[in-house]
């Protein structure tokens, strides 16, 4: 039988909340399923569109956008940005014909270690059954 | 010109090295494209680990270099300065951070292994094209503002102005002494609190480097670390400079209202001074009782006022502050009598709370001293007090220790037999937690110089009959249930933030933690700072805690300030936005998305100032046409990341 599909996961993690958060995760020694890479950005505010087509096109088979509460953005409004931003992009992915579960956006504190994982395993388990990605992605 | 990449695997112990094959990923490294040089070793961050780094460095000629461990918040700096230390700029020093958000998190060696592969890779892409820069250099406003005017804030200002510095201290009742004032003594020596706390409210009011602001309150807070700016609104007193204190007016006023200093067992007029030694010595109109602020509503106070001081036409006043620190210093309040219905707290008039009963056994208090209860003005014979009323009880209460209320009802009772000879003191109590110098000795002492009777158990019902207030509990140790007639009853409410605490965390971006105290930037080793750069805790606005504790904090928080203030200078992360002229259509997008008012456009392009930027790149999100960047965090770079995440 064929090896079980892993779902490779791109998550954007603002650095004052979600990285944090992230880090918590480890210091607990939570465990969650190593399918994410984590790329540290300054503010889920400054993730542009481009970067999750980038994602997707390079072969992702789900998009992660993590960032502070709102209301508890280190740079005051940056998350609020993100989530107008990442409605539209929501809706662009699922007008191309993108399945709406492979982009996902949470909201995870720095205290929130638990919450972290929970999204992972949850992330995870929703892509596994979709299989990989193959709509947007564009061979190299 | 090619640039030179040097990758260093820790093993930190077995704490990355036992999930993820460190050997592996330095293999990999050092055949991966544009890495010249890849090792792994025990403990990077060691002195030996980062002489091999320094080393590395200078042999092999390397531009830049990952260092693959923990996360970036615990040893970016050292691994930036050994790249220093070499001769590379900072910048060209990046963290993979395989530990915290890979070795621990995984147990599958293979999987983790592939995965600190993949992150590491992301690092050495990104650095590879990271800039050299230099921090930027900011001018600190040399001032401090201090929020709250009890004993911390009181000894936060105190100690910064003392050094030298100009503090404005802010404080939204008439006058500073917060709770320490209403106390009667103070354990463990019985010190008169009064006593003790005047001389430095004196020394406040008199100190040429302190600005006073009472009846104010912070509204706004911009800025940053350095630079902040605050806007205050001072609320209208209606009684200007020119009053004399003659006290004509609080005789002629017709209003009577519950006294805050005396915690309701007293009364006083719509217009009034706090109380005797108040700082400032001013009095206030208190617009919530007065029947109007026109003579033809009232205005006796006006008529009697010689020097024409009450003027009923003031009006709120908006301050604005420059400051470089900040110390928030607001204190408690006790856990409300709304919340504590179960021991007929706010029901019986002869059971209160035990800031009431401070002002009970104070000299300046409603009864001059004389313990005497609320009801009937009678000298009462058995006291109950109860410890651990709202705390220590997570299922319907707080659930934290309120940590002063075992000594401070050690205090009470034994005060209280100080003044009555002839009573007996009860005290119902969980545990007694009495660490703190020479406080141990002084439960001891209640318990045998003073005959105060300590019963272990929770008391589980009070009601009154025939005069008295009856009290059903259990005493654990001998295992029966105790029923007591007391004459009084105190409760050790729970502490818990003062109130509006929460609208001030959010002036003043800072965290609350899950009790709705301040949280501190670490537990352990950052427990003066707030998570944001330049505002500090002091007092019991961050947990529970003795006067001691509290002023201890006070000069913690004073010092960190200080450390801020004394500088020419401070430095900003150079990491700041980057504009491509020939890029910029000058649409202005970037402009009206900034947090900081940072962009502005000059001659149809978008500038950014250094010094406002914080790099969050909000700006290059929006752009449209990539024309704006965070230097360090490209777009390219980031590309590049996402290849190394998503390949292989």
């Known amino acids: ?130 299989g990989p990605q193959s709509h947007l992605r564009r061979e190299q | 010109m090619k640039k030179r990449t040097g990758v260093f695997v820790c093993h930190c112990g077995i704490n990355i090295a036992g999930t993820v094959d460190v050997k592996k990923v330095a293999d990999k490294l050092n055949k991966h494209a544009g890495v010249d040089h890849a090792e792994d070793y025990v ?18 000629n390397l531009d830049n270099i990952v260092v693959a461990c923990c996360s970036p918040n615990l040893h970016e700096t050292t691994f930036r300065n050994a790249a220093k230390a070499a001769g590379i700029n900072e910048f060209q020093c990046e963290i ?66 003392n050094t030298g510095f100009e503090v404005v201290l802010v404080e939204r009742s008439p006058s500073i002494g917060g709770h320490m004032i209403q106390l009667s003594e103070t354990f463990p020596t019985l010190d008169c609190s009064q006593c003790i706390l005047t001389p430095k409210m004196v020394e406040v009011s008199k100190h040429p480097k302190i600005k006073l602001m009472v009846y104010s309150e912070v509204q706004e807070i911009t800025g940053y670390v350095g630079n902040f700016k605050a806007k205050i609104l001072k609320k209208p007193t209606f009684v200007t400079d020119a009053c004399t204190l003659c006290d004509e007016c609080t005789r002629v006023c017709p209003v009577v209202q519950s006294n805050e200093f005396d915690l309701g067992l007293t009364g006083r007029k719509a217009i009034y001074i706090p109380f005797a030694q108040a700082i400032p010595a001013l009095y206030t109109l208190d617009i919530t009782g007065c029947p109007g602020l026109m003579p033809i509503a009232c205005g006796k106070c006006a008529d009697v006022c010689d020097p024409g001081a009450i003027d009923f036409d003031m009006k709120p006043e908006i301050v604005e502050e420059e400051i470089g620190a900040i110390v928030l210093a607001t204190g408690y309040d006790l856990y409300g009598k709304e919340e ?44 109950v007090f109860i410890q651990c009323a709202g705390s220590r009880d997570p299922e319907i209460h707080c659930a934290y220790c309120s940590k002063i209320c075992c000594m401070y009802t050690a205090k009470h009772a034994m005060l209280y037999k100080h003044k009555v000879h002839d009573g007996q003191a009860y005290i119902f109590y969980i545990d007694i ?146 504009v491509v002229k020939n890029l910029c259509t000058g ?36 752009c449209l046409r990539a024309a704006i960047s965070v230097k360090n965090v490209t777009p390219q770079q980031i590309y590049e990341m996402i290849d190394a995440s998503v390949g292989g």
């Not at chain 2, 050495?124 to 250099?137: A, D, H, K």
């Not at chain 2, 965390?505 to 537990?523: C, I, M, S």
């Not at chain 2, 201890?552 to 980057?578: C, D, N």
């Open chain 1, 1 to 130: 039988m064929a090896e079980e599909f892993e779902p490779k996961i791109v998550a954007f993690l603002c650095k004052w909340c979600s990285s944090a958060g992230s880090d918590l995760a480890g210091v607990s020694r939570m465990q969650y399923p190593p399918n994410v890479v984590p790329i540290q950005v300054m503010c889920s505010g400054s993730v542009s569109p481009l970067y999750i087509f980038n994602a997707f096109k390079k072969g992702a088979d789900g998009v992660l956008v993590s960032g502070c509460h709102p209301g508890d953005c280190h740079y005051i409004e940056g998350n609020y940005y993100a989530r107008r931003r990442i409605a539209l992009v929501k809706e662009l992915l699922e007008f191309v014909g993108l399945e709406p579960e492979r982009f996902q956006m949470s909201w995870v504190s720095a205290a929130e270690g638990t919450k972290y994982t929970e999204v992972i395993k949850d992330f995870v388990d929703v892509l596994k059954p979709l």
């Open chain 2, 96 to 161: 993979a951070n395989i530990r915290e958000q890979c070795s621990w998190v995984h147990k599958d060696m293979d999987k983790a292994t592939v995965k600190a592969e993949k992150i590491t890779v992301s690092a050495v892409e990104r650095v590879r094209q990271n800039e050299s820069l230099e921090p930027i250099g900011i001018p600190v406003t040399r001032r401090a503002l201090v929020v709250g005017g009890g004993i911390a804030g009181i000894q936060a200002a105190l100690d910064m102005a």
């Open chain 2, 587 to 622: 649409c202005n997008m970037c402009v009206d998305v900034c947090p900081y008012d940072a962009i502005s456009l000059e001659d149809g392009k978008a500038v950014v100032n250094d010094v406002l930027c914080e790099g969050c790149g909000t700006c290059s999100a929006t």
């Open chain 2, 433 to 578: 937690r009495s660490g703190g110098k020479n406080y141990e000795e002084f439960v001891q002492r209640t318990t045998e110089e003073d005959g105060v009777l300590y019963l272990r158990g929770k008391v589980s019902k009070i009601f009154e009959e025939n005069g008295k207030i009856k009290v059903w509990g259990t005493d654990t140790l001998i295992g029966k249930p105790v029923e007591i007639d007391a004459d009084l009853v105190v409760l050790a409410m729970a502490m818990r933030p003062s109130e509006g605490a929460d609208k001030l965390a959010r002036t003043f971006k800072v965290a609350v933690d899950k009790d709705g105290f301040l949280a501190e930037a670490h537990p352990k080793l950052k427990p003066v700072e707030s998570v944001t750069a330049g505002i500090f805790y002091a007092g019991a606005v961050q947990a529970p805690k003795d006067i001691p504790e509290a002023v201890a904090q006070a000069s913690g928080a004073a010092a960190k300030a200080i450390g801020i203030l004394s500088q020419e200078r401070l430095f900003h992360s150079p990491m700041v936005a980057k």
């Open chain 2, 43 to 60: 403990y990077m961050c060691s002195d030996p680990g980062q002489k091999r780094i320094e080393e590395a460095i200078k042999e092999k």
């Open chain 2, 340 to 383: 504590m219905a179960e021991y007929g707290y706010g029901k019986y008039a002869d059971v209160m709370d035990g800031l009431q009963f401070e002002r009970l056994l104070s000299a300046s208090g409603p009864t001059q001293g004389k313990v005497l209860r609320p009801s009937d003005h009678k000298e009462p014979k058995e006291v």
